[in-house]
């Protein structure tokens, strides 16, 4: 429960002043118990850039781990504004660091080498029995609905196939002619815990962004948790236009469930997402601890961005490191990690 004390004091309302006239809402701002914060927010390394330092090129939805020996792999999406909206994402890039700083690219997969028309985020994992390496990610599986596929698991994110590619989570049928389930799947986060895998998903029903959870025992075959038409957390709040997930922290007696949204009275609420604070027992009931407001946006926003998106947090010796995709001045967005004391 240290965890969640560091992390519920570190919230901050760094968001740009000026707001296009019909946009009358600043960044909300932080009230409460979590009072003013932010250097941790502050301070940060830049991990990776879009391939060009202009508006609408982003590098980001990271996905990371780190293995025994100290190696961390990480694979992100890259995107540039000459695609159409919504698939502009044209590579999931994987990338190798000694320190968990300074990445190299290692490998591509390219939207052309699988049945998408576009990117989103990925997720990488490493399975705790072969200890090989496990990539999903997403798109509009074969010019259908947005969906979660996999590639064969391999020894190294080296060896990636994208020839292997296939969906592993995608809408299910109604029972009821009249049912509104989940139409689309997508931005997946994977993690093993309590001896299954959890996958959650922005699942698109009634043409809103919620949060749904699946499990699996092997990571191949997935089955919804509960209701498979139920989201695990509303819109409310803060995050009353959407709300999706980010990442999930074992914290001993539970998890921190890290989570973004954006407001109905935000400047393009689609893409202009900050970050929120949740905790669960047991991975699907979330507690939400910052229902007010966001834990943290962009501290270098546009003049009508501040996002904040995308994160992976993990736990590195005495930190707690978060990697998030994040918006410039420029409207550029780039990779950075960030760092914060766990406190004991």
Known sequence: MLLIATITGMMTNAAADARPPQWTIEAPEIVGQFGLVPEYFEEYDVILKPDEDAAEWWAGAPSV???NDGVFWLAARMRSPELPRGLRGYEIRILRSEDGVNFEKVHSIMVEEIPV?????????IDPDTGQFKLYGC???EDGPWSIFKLDDADSPTEFDPATARRVIGPREKTYERDVPPVEYK???????????HCYVIGVIRRTERIFHFKSADGENWEPVGNPYEPIMDLTGWHNFYVRPASVVPVGVGYLFFYEGSNVKWYDPVYNIGTGLGFTFDLHNIIDITPDSPLVLSTTPSENFFTWRYSDWLKVGDELWAYAEVANPNESHELRRFTIPIKR
């Open 65 to 67: 781990v780190q293995c």
């Open 117 to 125: 028309a576009g990117f989103e985020r990925p997720a990488l994992l």
């Open 139 to 141: 798109g509009p599986w």
């Open 187 to 197: 931005d997946p986060f994977i993690i093993y815990a309590d001896g299954a895998y």
